[in-house]
């Protein structure tokens, strides 16, 4: 059996595929109106209906690899002009491929047994980040989970609105919550959403929802390592172990020197190797990677302040670490958006 049903009493403009055609059957575009939120419910036990679903609740889609004989998904929408939030839950057993590129998309476990394949073992309340270059494989078990899909335009102004400078687009470095308490952060900000948008007197004021997606997209951008907050991971936050705030110190101080895993493991009298998975369980990335990002911020400091007239992106790269200047080019480009030759030459016009 399967059903679907949309309440379109609150319109809105969904950017992202599903909110129009849930269950891949046309349906005319709602007429623009304003940015509150609108509902859609979807239930099925048929594979080929669901495959269907989510083929078209995300873009480019989710793609289910097995669906377990007897197992149910329930879908519940509300959209916005920029946000869409969702609430699943699953039956028995479902695998599910995750394929992203339009936006980003924060999962939220909330009962059950979700584990991403190859992703080690997170606490079970862990949010997930997935993002073009971070496919999931999911395994699903008698799951509910929540889902936040961000538009990329709104996250990019809400950044733009708190971070200087900014780079040309918002790209994300991990897939996991910078600390733990970057995740009870998230969660408190997305619960506070969801019930705002599960509430009908707040669905009926634009202002209000306009603004609880940019809280939303706010708490996306401290909670998860991004080239918007690369480098800015601060060593004094108190959730963070003082081994490693000791060791991301360390780092700081002496991001422009020749320093290696040992050296940071000797600072805070551990194994390199205890200290590898230090980095990993607090920070989802290892000591190298995060000296690099440090490395790189700094790099980007000095290219956006510097005169071209008395410096040179390979001086500025061999300064911070980067002996290999098309190597830093590629890795900047890759983060900021843009070559570090445009990023001096856009300063020196300036």
Request: proline fraction near 6%; include cysteine; charged fraction near 20%.
């Amino acid at each position: 059996m399967t059903s679907v049903t949309e309440d379109t009493r609150c319109r809105a403009r969904p950017q992202l595929r599903d909110a129009v055609s849930l269950d891949g059957k046309d349906r005319p575009q709602q007429p623009d109106g304003p940015a509150a939120v609108r509902y859609a419910h979807f239930h099925t036990a048929d594979p080929v209906a669901a495959q269907r679903f989510f083929g078209n609740a995300y873009h480019p889609g989710w793609r289910i690899t097995e669906f377990a004989r007897g197992a149910t998904i329930t879908h519940r929408r509300c959209a916005t002009e920029h946000l869409t939030v969702d609430d699943v839950t699953i039956q028995g057993r479902v695998d599910c491929e995750i394929r992203t590129s339009d936006g980003f998309e924060v999962i939220q476990p909330r009962s059950g047994s979700l584990i991403a394949v190859g992703d080690g073992s997170p606490k079970a309340d862990t949010p997930m980040l997935a993002v073009d270059g971070f496919p999931r494989l999911l395994r699903l078990n008698s799951v509910r989970f929540t889902i936040a899909s961000i538009d990329a335009d709104l996250l990019r102004q809400v950044a733009a609105g708190s971070h200087t400078p900014m780079p040309q687009q918002v790209e994300f470095l991990g897939s996991r919550p910078r600390t733990p308490a970057a995740a009870r952060m998230w969660r408190d900000a997305f619960d506070y959403v969801t019930t705002s948008f599960a509430s009908a007197d707040t669905a009926r004021h634009p202002l209000l929802v306009t603004a609880a997606g940019r809280l939303l997209a706010a708490a996306l951008l401290e909670c998860f390592p991004s080239n918007v907050t690369a480098g800015t991971s601060s060593p004094n936050d108190p959730s963070v172990p003082k081994a490693l705030q000791t060791a991301m110190s360390f780092i700081h101080r002496h991001a422009a020197m020749n320093i290696a895993v040992k050296d940071v493991a000797a600072v805070v009298h551990l194994t390199p190797r205890a200290v590898q998975y230090l980095f990993r369980q607090q920070l989802d990335t290892t000591p190298t990677e995060y000296l690099r990002r440090v490395r790189l911020h700094r790099a980007h400091q000095d290219l956006i302040s510097g005169d071209r007239s008395a410096t040179t992106v390979s001086e500025i790269a061999q300064r911070w670490g980067f002996a290999h200047t098309g190597r830093f080019a590629v890795l900047y480009r890759q983060t900021y958006g843009e070559s570090p030759h445009t990023a001096l030459k856009r300063t020196a016009a300036g």
